[in-house]
């Protein structure tokens, strides 16, 4: 549908513009590219907020969270280098859209939510979506998922105060690690890649602005 200034402002002209967008700031993975534009942002964002949900830009959900700006999501999944047969440990499932790009791009992500609500909610759009490769669990993520590990990709999406060394430790060998540290409001996105001795290499991505990583669960009234 043409908007009333005579632009093409339909569903496939928003995605196919922000997908240049990300392109355009360094996202290039065609797969990471694709798994953005198959994944239908709207379905994951409040009503408030539905219209701008192919925007580039952070959107506020449930519980105070959010819903990442695209370009993040991107260039966090890129700097894991996934491989179709790759174990994934998301900590923060929030509303589950960066869940189901990573869904397309692993064997299996397992996500943990340490709000109730959230996870609920997430759930009932993977089921929508037919995502069959996520596993849930309602918990600290900060503990990670001792009786999955060890992973080969593990993905943090609230800001660690330091470094998270109990999910590196859940890492296998060689595995990667990508999350933000930091405890101001503005945090460094780093990415830690195993050398297979124990030790860890470490790229600094960028300064990121995330919510942060806290201990337990929710009490939600």
């Known amino acids: ?51 701008r ?18 370009f993040i999501v991107g260039l966090m999944t890129q700097a894991l280098t996934l491989e179709p047969r790759a174990r994934v440990l998301e900590i923060g499932t929030g509303s589950g859209y960066q869940t189901a790009v ?17 996870m609920r909610e997430a759930e009932s759009r993977f089921k929508i979506l037919g995502l069959t490769n996520v596993i849930t669990r309602f918990g600290d993520g900060g503990e990670g998922w001792p009786e999955q590990a060890p992973f080969d990709r593990i993905l943090v999406t609230a800001a660690a105060p330091e470094e998270p060394k109990a999910l590196l430790a859940q890492l296998k060998p060689g595995g ?8 101001g409001p503005v945090q460094s996105l780093r990415r830690y890649a195993g050398d297979g001795k ?22 939600e009234l």
């Not at 949900?53 to 695209?70: K, Y």
């Not at 990573?102 to 959230?118: D, H, I, K, N, Q």
């Not at 990667?176 to 405890?183: D, E, R």
Request: glycine share 8%.
């Open 1 to 51: 549908m043409a908007d009333p200034h005579g632009e093409d402002d339909s569903p496939e002209t928003r995605t196919a513009r922000l997908i240049l967008a990300l392109r355009s700031q360094g996202v290039t993975d065609p797969g990471v590219l694709n798994a953005i534009e198959r994944t239908p942002r709207e379905l994951f964002t409040p009503d408030l907020f539905k219209e």
């Open 198 to 219: 124990g030790g860890f290499k470490v790229e600094l991505l960028g300064d990121v602005r995330f919510v942060p990583l806290l201990d337990g669960v929710a009490r």
């Open 176 to 183: 990667v690690l990508v999350a933000p540290i930091g405890k």
């Open 102 to 118: 990573l869904s397309p791009l692993a064997r299996l992500v397992y996500t943990v939510e340490r709000y109730r609500t959230l």
């Open 53 to 70: 949900a192919w925007e580039d830009s952070a959107l506020p959900i449930a519980c105070g969270q959010t819903i990442s700006q695209p």
